[in-house]
Nanobody, 123 residues
């Protein structure tokens, strides 16, 4: 069983940056595809980005392309999401998730989830 713990959320001003982390335990994260998702109040959970065992295979939702970067540090069993030029509409609870299959930004395809970390973008 894979366990995931998010950290690094907080309050950021519009245009600011934040890096959130997902620590993976139970199995090496390079065995899984790891995804970042977010859910704002009253909204459905949406895929943000995901990364496979290869650094070549990274994927982003159109809403965050050019602003967010996903990366992984296998030595630390951690996946990161660097968020730049944050906008108020980025405000949400951010979750990391894992699946054994190939890359996907569909939440329903992921079976392991963390508890989430709150990211608030406001002045």
């Amino acid at each position: 069983q894979v366990q995931l713990v998010e950290s690094g959320g907080g309050l950021v001003q519009p245009g600011g940056s934040l890096r959130i982390s997902c620590a993976v335990s139970g199995f090496p994260p390079d065995y899984y595809t790891i995804g970042w998702f977010r859910q704002a109040p009253g909204k459905e959970r949406e895929g943000v980005s995901c990364i496979g065992s290869s650094w070549i295979n990274t994927y982003y939702a159109d809403s965050v392309k050019g602003r967010f970067t996903i990366s992984r540090d296998n030595a630390k069993n951690t996946v990161y999401l660097q968020m730049n030029n944050l906008k108020p509409e980025d405000t949400a609870i951010y979750y990391c998730a894992a699946r054994k299959g190939t890359y996907s930004l569909s939440p329903r395809r992921y079976g392991y989830w963390g508890q989430g970390t709150q990211v608030t973008v406001s002045s």
